[in-house]
């Protein structure tokens, strides 16, 4: 079970994470291109403290490959005015175990993303979990996010007290059995509340609870009324 003092830590790492070079806040640009960009060129003409990274994705209309890069600016306006994630208190009540069912071959279910304007992208889902909370049974969709397991899920805080589009969580712990733990605690707000230049995938109607989940992190706290999608 995690302590009072192993989730400050996460809060901790979490804090370092987005404020890094190349961490949420950092990033500037995403730019899709048709052909390969020319990384060389895009690093020549960035600032000092700017990274330039390349980035691939299928075409959400032909599914061909995309190419891109992505710029990271360690001055960027988001740092700058970055001031702490709100967060709700450390609660082991909303530390939980389910069941995963994993699928014999790769299957994928459609999640909308944010900037795609209501298209969605196949994503490959390895299993269910499932779980009863508040006496409603849930079956969740959680993607293989690089070999981790993510789930992106909505709740009745969203828009009021958390993220609007709402929040992601990583799960944890899967034992030979199929037990995993959702410590909701660890709930974050996704790359997109920290960078207008990311595109989050969106909860599926499956991953949408019925009940407020007031655990982890709410929003992200700026200085001086600054907005990521005017910066």
């Given at each position: 079970?995690?302590?009072?003092?192993?989730?400050?830590?996460?809060q901790?790492?979490?804090?370092?994470?987005?404020?890094?070079?190349?961490?949420?806040?950092?990033?500037?640009?995403?730019?899709?291109?048709v052909?390969?960009?020319?990384?060389?060129?895009?690093?020549?003409?960035?600032?000092?403290?700017?990274?330039?990274?390349?980035?691939?994705?299928?075409?959400?209309?032909?599914?061909?490959?995309?190419?891109?890069?992505?710029?990271?600016?360690?001055?960027?306006?988001?740092i700058?005015?970055?001031?702490?994630?709100?967060?709700?208190?450390?609660?082991?009540?909303?530390?939980?175990?389910?069941r995963?069912?994993?699928?014999?071959?790769?299957?994928?279910?459609?999640?909308?993303?944010?900037?795609?304007?209501g298209?969605?992208?196949?994503?490959?889902?390895?299993?269910?979990?499932?779980?009863?909370?508040?006496?409603?049974?849930y079956?969740?969709?959680?993607?293989?996010?690089?070999?981790?397991?993510?789930?992106?899920?909505?709740?009745?805080?969203?828009?009021?007290?958390?993220?609007?589009?709402?929040?992601?969580?990583?799960?944890?712990?899967?034992?030979?059995?199929?037990?995993?733990?959702?410590?909701?605690?660890?709930?974050?707000?996704?790359?997109?509340?920290?960078?207008?230049?990311?595109?989050?995938p969106?909860?599926?109607?499956?991953?949408?609870?019925a009940?407020?989940?007031?655990?982890g992190?709410?929003?992200?706290?700026?200085?001086?009324?600054?907005?990521?999608?005017?910066?």
């Amino acid at each position: 079970m995690p302590s009072p003092e192993d989730h400050a830590r996460w809060q901790a790492d979490r804090r370092a994470a987005v404020t890094s070079p190349t961490g949420n806040l950092a990033l500037v640009e995403t730019r899709w291109t048709v052909a390969e960009p020319d990384l060389d060129a895009a690093r020549a003409e960035a600032a000092p403290t700017a990274t330039v990274t390349p980035i691939q994705r299928r075409s959400i209309d032909t599914g061909a490959a995309e190419h891109g890069l992505r710029v990271w600016d360690a001055a960027s306006p988001a740092i700058a005015a970055f001031e702490a994630i709100d967060t709700y208190p450390f609660d082991p009540a909303w530390v939980l175990e389910a069941r995963f069912t994993p699928v014999s071959a790769e299957r994928t279910v459609p999640f909308e993303h944010i900037r795609d304007n209501g298209g969605t992208r196949e994503l490959v889902v390895p299993g269910d979990i499932e779980f009863t909370l508040d006496g409603t049974d849930y079956r969740l969709a959680a993607f293989d996010d690089g070999g981790r397991l993510l789930l992106v899920f909505a709740d009745q805080t969203n828009g009021t007290e958390t993220y609007g589009s709402g929040r992601f969580l990583f799960v944890e712990h899967q034992d030979d059995e199929g037990t995993v733990v959702l410590d909701f605690n660890r709930a974050f707000v996704p790359p997109c509340g920290f960078s207008a230049q990311y595109n989050c995938p969106l909860p599926p109607a499956a991953n949408r609870f019925a009940l407020p989940i007031r655990a982890g992190e709410k929003n992200v706290v700026f200085r001086d009324g600054f907005d990521i999608y005017a910066a």
